[in-house]
């Protein structure tokens, strides 16, 4: 556990680059990885889309039910359970049902 009260230590890992930063319980996954200012897919924000999808490959989230196969997590209605690496896909991932999303763009970086 990171030093910092009540923060996590979260690694994502984009394009091969590992990025590490202090993650809050209290947010979502996807609102750690944006606080860390990341480029990540993301549309409904309600776990219903699947754009935000990205693999855990260390650590674990609540709720575990989120889980889905390969090890991939909705990182819009994942939490940190404690410290994490999470990947996130090279390409983008095809939205689960594109008309119930409102989609936002990327980042930039």
Do not use: K, Y
Request: hydrophobic share 40%.
């Amino acid at each position: 556990m990171n030093t910092v009260a009540n923060a996590f230590t979260l690694t994502v890992t984009i394009d091969g680059v590992a990025h590490v930063g202090a993650a809050s319980p209290e947010r979502t996954l996807l609102e750690n990885i944006e606080a860390l200012r990341l480029p990540i897919r993301s549309a409904c924000r309600r776990g219903r889309c699947g754009a935000c999808r990205v693999t855990l490959l260390e650590g674990r989230l609540h709720p575990e039910l989120q889980l889905l196969r390969d090890g991939q997590v909705l990182s819009c209605s994942s939490r940190l359970d404690g410290d994490a690496h999470v990947e996130v896909p090279r390409r983008p991932v095809p939205a689960v049902a594109p008309p119930a999303c409102a989609a936002q763009p990327v980042p930039s970086s």
